[in-house]
């Protein structure tokens, strides 16, 4: 861990487009992050609902296992 970012806004709405904003604008060299994937859910219809489980990233998110 190398970073923690924590955001709020007056509705979940506002706290998701701050969370994106700030991802997208996050500059980390010479490692890989999860900046990608965490982009993947918040812009997620699901995720922006709330309709969630703890079987989202599998359901959703990550590439299907063969």
């Not at 970073?3 to 996050?26: P, Q, T, Y």
């Not at 490692?31 to 959703?60: D, M, R, S």
Request: contains cysteine.
């Amino acid at each position: 861990l190398i970073a923690k970012v924590i955001v709020h806004g007056s509705n979940r709405e506002e706290a998701i487009a701050r969370m994106r904003r700030c991802l997208e604008f996050m500059v980390v060299e010479e490692i890989k992050t999860t900046i990608p994937l965490q982009l993947k859910v918040l812009a997620h219809p699901k995720f922006q609902e709330g309709e969630y489980t703890t079987a989202f990233l599998e359901e959703y998110v990550l590439p299907k296992k063969k």
